[in-house]
């Protein structure tokens, strides 16, 4: 259960790196860009739907699904696929919630220091925060005029499920596809969209 989960939580973090060439930033477009990245730091709320496409060797088209997803600073996140199953996991109090087709646990993060780092880095990724560099070689890249960080594992553990991250930015510098690649090379990618930011977000959205 637990390298189940594990390998479901690097997914959150994460946009699509099936792009065509790409080059790394100079110094002036990854200063640019990481200030850029400052102004998500204001964010409090978010709401999005997202699509999911599951990309596995043996299968001619990728499996899709779909969800929502909310965040509240500084310590809710909240992940539900509704199709084509239903699939929910609520991070608050430092306790993963998990509601799979009414199946309902409970696991304390507290317990784990890996879940802990996991959520943290969800929520301040979505909310353009820095990259721990002790734990990724971070890559700075530019796809035309889009902006890519590249998240490659360093530590054995995370290599076991996680080849590589790679972020994509809107034009308004906010996550808009994330592309999580296995160590087999199947991927999956997710696309986020109708993000809304600030607005209100009842609480019962983080209960299962």
């Not at 500084?74 to 998990?98: C, E, G, N, R």
Request: glycine share 4%.
């Amino acid at each position: 259960m637990k390298t189940k989960l594990l390998y479901f939580l690097m997914i959150l973090l994460l946009p699509y790196g099936g792009w065509a060439q790409t080059r790394e930033m100079s110094a002036s477009e990854r200063a640019s860009f990481q200030k850029s990245l400052q102004q998500l730091a204001e964010i409090k709320t978010i709401s999005a739907d997202f699509v999911q496409y599951k990309h596995l060797s043996f299968m001619k088209k990728p499996v899709e699904s779909s969800g929502k997803l909310y965040l509240k600073h500084p310590d809710k996140l909240s992940w539900s696929y509704t199709a084509p199953f239903q699939y929910k996991m609520v991070f608050k109090d430092h306790k993963i919630f998990i509601d799979d087709q009414g199946k309902k646990q409970t696991i304390d993060v507290g317990n784990s220091k890996q879940f802990e780092k996991i959520n943290t880095l969800v929520s301040s990724s979505m909310r353009g925060g820095k990259y721990d560099e002790k734990e990724f070689v971070v890559s700075y890249l530019k796809q035309g005029n889009a902006d890519m960080v590249r998240l490659t594992p360093k530590l054995a553990g995370a290599k076991k499920y996680i080849k590589e991250i790679v972020l994509l930015f809107s034009s308004d510098k906010q996550i808009e596809e994330v592309k999580l690649v296995e160590p087999s090379n199947d991927y999956t990618r997710f696309v986020i969209k109708n993000r809304k930011v600030n607005t209100t977000i009842d609480e019962s959205i983080f209960n299962l």
